[in-house]
């Protein structure tokens, strides 16, 4: 390629010290190992710093709690990433499917049938709301950034409509002067084996997740469009169909994350999930997957949401203000990457095009 | 044209050798340029042209080895010490700012300025002067680069050369983003500048073109100069092949096959409009035969295939396969019923470069390999390397990234993944762009093999001599409609050129 005349052929100390594991680390494994690595570090620091408070189960599972949510929308974002896309509406989608889902007719529908009911309300906006996403940048043509941050906007509008900007307590619907009984709640209290039901509920979505991105057509064809989306067309994939999809995938791992949160918080809100997209999104490229498409990991993904969760944890252990938390945030946003282009550029230049 | 002083060498380059990470790239090449001469560098893909340019231009560092420099030893550290010496390179991806003009271009990094103030009204002037010499007072200094045609970019990207006082120019490939006018029109700006006593190292895998511009040729094989200063009248096609391939070729295309007078009609196209491009297109193509379209570029020869394929749609008319009328601008439709297209831009149109082999080869066909939407990665790796091994593709890794292969193996991708769908009508745009001519050779087999066994082609080439030779029938377009329908073993190189410029001037 003729770009890499601009590189030049000057080795920098780094790469010299990574001597032959360079190679390694350029490859997808390497990638991962590097994730659990800079994970493994986290931990003894946090160790260190924190003792006791953070090394322990419980708070462990704590941990595991709070990032269930985060990990479930990331992946219906490494989907939508890996394909070329973005999608910054998952956040307003996640509050809007929440405010559905708890109010006063779906809770008490749901008190005589079940609580399930909530969760399909909750999955069926999001497929909605990301049916839309999808048709206006498939058919419209409209770029995903624009058409969701459209989305972003919107959803949340009509999740406050929806609400009246009240929060819709799960249980605080009162018929006949007797608050009705959804069984939400406790459900999501348990914990099966120890675990929570949330954490449950990630590592299905995210062993789906994989699967579906890995070992299936569907994972192939947003490869594929991330690849080369003229490619893709010109074999005779149909890019239009499936870029829908794939909104609509992200929408329902929102719907997921929707249920998921109302269960731990107990209340639907129209603030729910406000940022979660751009944690889902740093949580995404911190992991491995290209932002231009055409590689996606959800290992990596996942990596990355416990990265961010166990520093968080971390700095509210030894009470960090929250200001100094976002910019180490940011800060391991921008060091993640340039690591994974020198990385890049390092795997190119191994084999020289003649 | 040669001047008489042989005694001197411009550029003298002595046993470069240069090692990436073990691998050998220049395992021993030797040249000498004279001034005022246009040495043709040639050799297949990988043989070490591009690392040969990267070394000259200062890009590389050789390993071992000697360049002289009117006589002198130098280094060339970096491609400003190039320059300073009076080397200038002309990459294949021209590396000029589309957002500037064309003057701020010529002088992008070396700006006549005072104090950070741009000295626009000279610097147009001296662009104006640059441009002229070149032949070319028909370009504004002050137009935007990124309305110019490809042809136009490179004389912009020479006129920096020139504004650098330079003694030779090296051209990587020049001509593979021109059609055939403007390689005329880039020859006489070659000879305006050999005659001003500048050399050219000139990089192509036209053969036809060297004997045209070219003075002498150095022969690069697997990074070893074959042959150094061989003078071009008096040496023949066959013998350089020869050299560059290390094996004797007669003829670079297949025999031709009669064709069946019961072979049944594949493609009909029936009054096909795309408005503004061509309009009232009626031929048809038979099972195993195969119609080349000739045309310049911009005659809509790209656009007639595009159609037929569904990529763009139609505005009139229609496309059937056996008898069935397509659905109209839809791809999806037109691969469901038989139809497979190799697109003119291989990289960018064609393969998903950071992908391997095998999934590029069964992109089209992925989901018939997979069982109730669960892939199987085993069965497409087996079918990819029968065809690997068919078509002879190297390196013959089916996990291979695509982005590393040759041109002419990135075209055999394209053709496996066709033969492994399965094709009735096999359409090619400029199936033979950036393939050297060992691989050339192999390519027209294959597509004479498919052929034969029945699929329709459909060819599309910028080089006529191709279309002619490879084809059974040829139709000439021009302003978007079919002026001549012959068979190729009928016309020449001629006639297609006064058919096309014909329609061209009415």
Not at chain 2, 2 to 27: E, M, N, P
Not at chain 2, 134 to 160: D, W, Y
């Amino acid at each position: 390629m003729s770009d890499s005349r601009a590189t030049t052929e000057t080795t920098s100390l780094p790469a010299r010290l990574l001597g032959g594991t360079r190679d390694y680390l350029g490859g997808s494994a390497g990638r991962n190992i590097g994730l659990v690595l800079a994970l493994v570090v986290l931990i003894v620091v946090g160790g260190i710093v924190a003792g006791d408070r953070f090394i322990n189960l419980e708070n462990g599972l704590i941990i595991l709690r709070l990032a269930s949510v985060s990990a479930v929308v990331a992946v219906g974002m490494t989907f939508v990433i890996t394909s070329g896309g973005i999608d910054l509406s998952i956040g307003s989608i996640l509050g809007l499917a929440s405010v559905v889902a708890t109010i006063a007719p779906v809770q008490i529908a749901a008190s005589q049938v079940g609580w399930w009911l909530m969760a399909v309300v909750a999955l069926g906006v999001g497929a909605v709301a990301g049916l839309v996403n999808g048709a206006v940048i498939a058919y419209g043509k409209v770029v995903p950034f624009i058409a969701t941050l459209a989305m972003l906007v919107a959803a949340r509008g009509v999740a406050e409509l929806v609400s009246g900007k009240k929060t819709l307590v799960v249980d605080g619907v009162f018929v006949n002067g007797l608050s009705v009984h959804t069984g939400l709640v406790e459900f999501f209290r348990g914990s099966p084996l120890g675990i929570s039901w949330l954490v449950w509920f990630a590592i299905i979505v995210s062993v789906a997740g994989w699967l579906l991105l890995n070992r299936t057509t569907f994972g192939r064809r947003t490869v594929a469009i991330g690849g080369n989306p003229e490619a893709a067309r010109l074999a005779g994939i149909k890019v239009k169909r499936h870029t829908v999809y794939l909104y609509v995938l992200s929408g329902v791992s929102a719907g997921i994350a929707a249920i998921m949160l109302v269960g731990r918080t107990t209340a639907g809100s129209s603030t729910n999930g406000t940022l979660y997209e751009l944690d889902a999104i740093a949580a995404v490229v911190v992991g491995g997957t290209l932002l231009i498409g055409g590689r996606g990991t959800i290992t990596g993904t996942i990596l990355g949401v416990l990265i961010f969760s166990i520093l968080l944890n971390i700095f509210t252990q030894i009470n960090v203000s929250n200001s100094i938390q976002d910019v180490s945030k940011g800060l391991i946003i921008i060091a993640a990457v340039l690591l994974q282009q020198r990385l890049a550029v390092r795997r190119n230049n191994v084999k020289p095009k003649l | 044209m040669i001047k008489d002083d042989y005694s001197t060498s411009l550029l003298d380059v002595r046993g470069i050798t240069k090692s990436f990470a073990g691998a050998r790239a220049l395992a021993g090449v030797s040249l000498d340029v004279r001034a005022g001469e246009v040495h043709c560098v040639l050799g297949q893909n990988g043989a070490g042209k591009s690392t040969l340019i990267k070394v000259l231009s200062g890009a590389h560092q050789p390993d071992e080895g000697t360049i002289l420099w009117n006589g002198e030893e130098v280094a060339i550290t970096s491609p400003v010490a190039a320059l300073k010496l009076g080397i200038a390179t002309m990459y294949q991806e021209l590396d000029v700012v589309d957002g500037l003009t064309i003057a701020e271009n010529i002088f992008l990094g070396h700006e006549d300025a005072t104090g950070g103030m741009l000295h626009v009204a000279s610097m147009n002037r001296e662009a104006r002067a640059l441009l002229a010499r070149l032949g070319h007072r028909e370009l504004s200094p002050s137009a935007e680069v990124g309305s110019l045609s490809a042809a136009n970019k490179q004389i912009v990207s020479m006129a920096r050369a020139l504004s650098h006082d330079i003694k030779l120019i090296i051209m990587d490939e020049p001509s593979a983003v021109l059609d055939a006018g403007e390689v005329t029109k880039l020859f006489t700006v070659i000879r305006e500048l050999t005659s001003q006593g500048i050399a050219v190292i000139y990089i192509s895998h036209r053969l036809e073109e060297i004997r045209e511009i070219g003075d002498r040729i150095t022969v690069i094989k697997d990074g070893s100069s074959m042959a150094s200063g061989l003078l071009v009248p008096e040496t023949s096609t066959p013998e350089v092949i020869k050299l560059m391939t290390g094996r004797a070729v007669d003829s670079i295309f297949p025999q031709r096959t009669a064709l069946p007078d019961d072979a049944p009609v594949v493609l009909t196209v029936d009054s096909l409009e795309l408005r503004g491009l061509f309009s009232g297109l009626n031929f048809e193509v038979r099972a195993g035969e195969i119609v080349g379209l000739a045309g310049l570029v911009g005659s809509g020869r790209s656009e007639i295939l595009e159609t037929v394929y569904g990529a763009r749609r139609s505005t009139g008319g229609r496309v059937s396969i056996r008898g069935r009328a397509l659905r109209r601008g839809s791809v999806d439709a037109a691969v469901a019923a038989g139809i497979g297209m190799s697109p003119e831009e291989r990289k960018s149109q064609g393969l998903i470069l950071d992908e391997p082999i095998f999934r590029n080869i069964t992109l089209s066909s992925f989901a018939r390999f997979a069982k109730a939407g669960w892939l199987d990665e085993r069965a497409e790796r087996d079918v990819a390397r029968e065809q690997i091994e068919a078509l002879d593709l190297r390196p013959a890794e089916p996990d291979r990234i695509a982005r590393t292969l040759s041109g002419g193996n990135q075209q055999k991708i394209l053709l496996a993944r066709w033969l492994v769908h399965g094709t009735d009508l096999l359409l090619l745009d400029e199936p033979t762009r950036g393939v050297d001519v060992g691989a050339r050779a192999e390519i027209y087999a294959l597509i004479r093999r498919l052929a034969d066994a029945g699929t329709a082609i459909l060819l599309v080439s910028s080089e006529i001599e191709e279309v002619l030779g490879l084809s059974d029938r040829v139709l000439v377009i021009a302003d978007g409609a079919v002026v001549s329908s012959a068979a190729a073993a009928d016309i020449t190189e001629q006639d297609v050129l006064d058919l096309v410029m014909k329609g061209a001037a009415a």
